[in-house]
C-alpha cells in the first residue's frame, strides 16, 4: 500500500471520464493494490473520499469514508469501495452545502446535491451493491461519481459568491463545528 501523488485541477485526468472495469481486470492485484492506495491516499491528505481519476487513472471506482459529520460520527468509519457506480436521484429539492476537493486545495464553496440517491455499483470483489445514501453520504457519492465523468465541484456551484479559502471559510463563513465535505 501506497500513498500516490494527487493530481490537480488543469491536470487532464480530471476532465476525461473514467473507463469502466471489467471483472477480470477488477480481480487483478493491480485493481486491488490501487483501491487500497485510495484509501492510503485520501486518508493521508484528509479526505473523506477519492476517486481513481484523481490519481491519474481513468477508471471507474472510488472510496469514501462513511461518516457522518453532522454529530453521529461512528467511531470506525466504515470504508466503501464503488466500482462501475450509477446513480440515480430519489426526488427531494436539491440541497446546499459545504464542499472541497482533495484535486482543488483550499478552497470551498456551496454545492447543491441531490439529498438523496440510490446507488448501483460492484464492491471490490465484484459483488452487485445497490443501497440509499442520504444526506452527507449522499453528498460525497455525487462528488465522487462526478470525478469519474470529468466534473469537479466549481462545476456544479450555481455561482461563486461563496468560494472561500479554508482559512477565511472558518474564520467568516461557517459555524465552528461545521465541516466541508472535502474529496
Ligand atoms: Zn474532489
Do not use: K
Not at 111 to 139: I, K, S
Amino acid at each position: 500500500m501506497a500513498v500516490r501523488p494527487i493530481v490537480r485541477l488543469g491536470h487532464p485526468a480530471l476532465r476525461t471520464p473514467a473507463e469502466p472495469l471489467t471483472a477480470e481486470q477488477l480481480a487483478t492485484p493491480g485493481v486491488q493494490a490501487l483501491i487500497d492506495d485510495l484509501f492510503d491516499t485520501m486518508i493521508e491528505a484528509g479526505g473523506v473520499g477519492l476517486a481513481a481519476p484523481q490519481v491519474d487513472e481513468p477508471v471507474q471506482l472510488f472510496v469514501y469514508l462513511a461518516v457522518d459529520a453532522r454529530g453521529e460520527q461512528q467511531a470506525e468509519p466504515q470504508r466503501r469501495v464503488l466500482v462501475n457506480p450509477m446513480l440515480e436521484p430519489l426526488g427531494g429539492e436539491l440541497i446546499y452545502d459545504w464542499e472541497g476537493c482533495l484535486s482543488i486545495p483550499d478552497l470551498r464553496g456551496l454545492v447543491p446535491r441531490h439529498p438523496e440517491v440510490r446507488v448501483h455499483a460492484l464492491d471490490r470483489h465484484g459483488e452487485r451493491l445497490t443501497f440509499r445514501a442520504e444526506g452527507y453520504e449522499a453528498r460525497i457519492v455525487q462528488h465522487e461519481f462526478d470525478h469519474l465523468n470529468g466534473v469537479v465541484f466549481l462545476d456544479r456551484m450555481r455561482d461563486l459568491h461563496s468560494l472561500a479559502f479554508s482559512a477565511e471559510w472558518e474564520a467568516y463563513m461557517v459555524a465552528a463545528d461545521d465541516e466541508a465535505a472535502v474529496g
